[in-house]
């Protein structure tokens, strides 16, 4: 089995999913192949000659081997300017090169303007004309370099964002018509939020063998004759990071991805995806978990653990506070109470802990709670003010535009950035989509699909008048104009955003 994890996403660390299934797949006997072609085809595109160069693109081909390694010393995270003139250089570069008719690639993105991930009928007019993908030259030789050594069995593609699935879709075309004997999996994240839509029906039929929702481990050891155990059964995921070419991420050394839970502990908010899909909460044994991430980074020494939960549960965070894993770490967690305690979030610092990301959203309580996201402002700010004095980083998320909110509303959330601007990070501005199968779709007036079959979100007519125009306005002109908002957001890693952020924490700089 080869698996393959598909241009285009941040190429600074390896991908969660194909580590667990790698890890799996060998945990009960089998082997596997792993392909990151995201970082391959990446690497391959800076290092190809450009054919119209300018001054800036000259630059940028000139100093390559410098800003590749800038980034992977810490040193560079010393000068905010220093990185983003290496990042910038790099994007250049890797944008230049990649260039096609209607294409765009970015270090974080694939745009396409002729088609559209969120259609399956674009989906599987790029699997029929594969050559169009600006990486056709260097997936199509890298396939028929590895299957021609033996074809595989199976060819397993995880997709977790929307800008892998063209390209994911033109390899597939291309592994069909050249390897007709070997047989596509498609899996992973966005491939469950495609399943979880209530109408779903699959168009991939004369193209994909199997899709798979949800975690893929059993699946794929049942598909390799082998026994998979019950979920429960299986303590721990063992991961496999070596099958990953470690040293070539864009990163100060490796960042280590590592889960303790599926689904979200809280699962309550309305906007969230992970509620209207109904994905299932399961968590490892807090204290045999953390004893498990010790020997992990003992074997593997990363410079950073990422944990990839979609809230990092506080008896988890409790635990880690107890025994560190031995490296620093990060991660997403609800903004709970233990956050506003000054002596947890001291023993947080103490265990590793550089930065937490938090989905605040907004500074209107009436707004929180009619998204039912479970915070308290008064305790946000307790826990902004106990982190920063802790010496952890934070990553605030905030989402405009929600059915609760109005112009006003979003005031406060001005107001409570401005407020405390000296103790916030980096922030993330998103403005709301409506999932199809949300709940809160019944009291609104909803029109029908927009984007494509595949698109998870309605469009909706604000009950308050705060359309997505409005709501950008508000963003461009007046949030991110005020001074203290810009401070934070100029300091926002470019395209690798959270990825690097850890690392321009006081630990690292
Ligand atoms: S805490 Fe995060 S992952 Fe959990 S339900 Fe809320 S938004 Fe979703």
Request: proline share 7%; glycine share 10%.
């Amino acid at each position: 089995m080869v698996l393959i994890n598909p241009p285009v996403t941040k190429p600074c660390e390896m991908p969660a999913g194909i580590t667990r299934l790698a890890g799996a797949l060998r945990q009960a006997g089998h082997t596997c192949r792993v392909i990151d072609m995201n970082l391959e085809v990446m690497l391959f595109a800076l290092g190809s000659p450009v054919a119209k160069s300018d001054t800036w693109t000259a630059r940028a081909e000139r100093d390559l081997r410098l800003n590749l390694a800038a980034l992977k010393n810490t040193k560079t995270y010393r000068s905010f300017d220093r990185y983003k003139r290496c990042v910038n250089d790099l994007n250049r570069l890797l944008s230049v090169g990649a260039q096609r008719d209607g294409v765009r690639v970015s270090l974080s993105d694939y745009e396409d303007t002729r088609r559209s991930p969120l259609r399956s009928d674009d989906l599987i007019a790029a699997a029929g004309r594969p050559e169009d993908n600006p990486f056709f030259g260097y997936f199509s030789a890298r396939f028929r370099e590895v299957f021609n050594e033996g074809p595989p069995r199976f060819a397993g593609f995880s997709l977790t964002y929307l800008s892998q699935a063209l390209t994911a879709f033109a390899m597939i075309g291309f592994v069909r018509r050249e390897f007709p004997g070997v047989r596509i999996i498609l899996g992973g994240g966005l491939v469950t939020s495609w399943m979880s839509a209530p109408k779903w029906h699959n168009p991939f039929g004369g193209l994909v063998d199997h899709l798979v929702k949800g975690p893929g481990e059993d699946f794929l050891i049942g598909l390799s004759g082998g026994v998979s155990s019950d979920a429960p059964g299986r303590a721990f995921p063992a991961c496999a990071y070596d099958v990953f070419p470690v040293s070539d991420y864009l990163a100060p050394g490796m960042i280590m991805p590592f889960s303790t839970s599926t689904g979200c502990y809280y699962g309550k908010c309305s906007f969230c995806p992970e509620r209207a899909e109904g994905n299932v909460y399961s968590q490892l044994a807090p204290v045999k978990t953390t004893a498990q991430l010790s020997r992990l980074v003992a074997r593997e020494g990363p410079a950073l653990v990422h944990i990839v939960d979609n809230a990092v549960s506080p008896a988890m965070l409790g635990a880690l506070a107890k025994e560190p894993p031995g490296a620093p770490w990060y991660g997403f967690a609800r903004v709970t109470g233990e956050l506003a305690d000054q002596g947890f979030c001291n023993d947080l610092k103490c265990s590793g802990c550089v930065m937490l990301k938090l989905g605040v959203e907004s500074g209107d309580q009436q707004v929180l709670d009619g998204m039912r996201k479970g915070i308290e402002l008064a305790v946000v700010s307790k826990a902004l003010k106990a982190l920063a004095h802790a010496g952890i980083g934070t990553y605030v998320y905030l989402l405009f535009g929600t059915p609760w909110e109005d112009e006003d509303a979003a005031r406060k959330t001005l107001d409570l950035v401005a407020g405390h601007h000296d103790l916030i990070g980096f922030l993330n501005l998103a403005v709301f989509n409506l999932p199809h199968n949300s709940p809160d779709a019944a009291g609104l007036e909803v029109r029908p699909f927009y984007g494509g079959d595949l698109s998870f979100y309605a469009d909706f007519v604000h009950p308050r008048g705060w359309d997505r125009k409005k709501v950008r306005r508000f963003i461009d002109r007046e949030f991110t104009r005020h001074q203290a908002v810009r401070a934070i957001i100029k300091r926002q890693p470019p395209y690798f955003t959270s990825n690097h952020a850890p690392f321009f924490t006081d630990t690292f700089c």
